[in-house]
């Protein structure tokens, strides 16, 4: 496993002299690096991985330091590994306040800058246990949020559950504490990645899937588009294959770039990437022929 | 002595549409063995045919989940309820 750098948009890449790694006596083993965040000085950088632990380093990756506060938590004896693996797949970070999403663990919070953390989970569902609201163990797929609404945070959990409905697509107005369905509209709330609009909080997208393949239903893409925080949606669709098209995309296979009015993009597991103009109105494939895409990112130079 | 059975949704067409069964057992595996000679159909979506449980199964005894190796040994109490149920399987 290595950390790779590149100061000059990719041409080059370096190593870094460390990787994270669990100290000897604690019988974890790096299995993945799922997220890499970096922080405000272009120094600090933080790393959720597989098994699911959190670590963070100050010099751009030189050196790593395990957080005891959520790799230690009380509760990760109990945390089980989705299909993907155990993972800490997000990091949301906004001041002293920190949001991972842990599959399957759940939403946890910090408000302490990372020396603490605590599970919240309050209208989070889980379909595959008895309890349908536990305090912990749901299936996390993705949590965003928009810079100047820190208090609004929005979920991709592991919906398409027939006697638990509306628990896939979630909204929180307060830090993450407390959560409630937005799914209505939706063909299926099941699905992986969720994003913000770089410049309007209440601006959001998802890809629905079917939650047994995992890919779109009746085989039709769509990304649905929310501008008013999820009490409604729109399926956007111009573009895009209107048939036989059974895409999958992953939590981290869409963003969107930083122009006023931006683009969207998306990867599937089948190799294609599609870039969605005009705020998603309209779409076109990019690359029809890559390998499968884990993870979509965009810069502007 | 008779435990109940939770069925999930994606199962309920293996049991004539029922959400739960009520079977006589005291025993996690006296209920699966009960299961697969009344409902052949559900068993088989749960255990294989060695008998082990489906690897994207899980078995919890009211809220408690069931150690894959160990759990058919657990003992019943009246009133129980066992849940079958879909193991998580996200991304």
Redesign the interface.
Known sequence: MKVLTSTDLGKKFKSTKSVPAFPQADGRALANIWSLEPGENGKDLWAGVEPAALFRSEDGGNSWEMIAGISNHKHAPDW?P???GLCLHTIVRDGNRIHLGI??GGHYLSEDGGQTFSAANTGVG??????PYPEFGQ?V?KIARHPSAPGRLYMQN?GG???RPGIGVLRSDDYGHTWESIAEGLPSDFG?PIVVHPHDPDTIYVVPLEPMT?TCPEGKPAVWRSTNGGHKWKKLTKGLPKKESYFTV??DGMTVDEFDIPAVYFGTTTGQLWMGHDGGDEWSCLFDSLPPINCVKVAIV | MTITVQIPSSLRQECGGAAQLEVPATTVQEALKELQRTQPGLYHCVCDETGRLRKHMNLFVNESLLNRRDGPQTKLRSGDTLFIMTAVSGG
């Open positions: 089980h989705g299909a993907g599959s399957t889980a379909g595959f246990v008895p309890n299936c797929h592991h559950w027939p006697d992986f995992r992953l939590r």
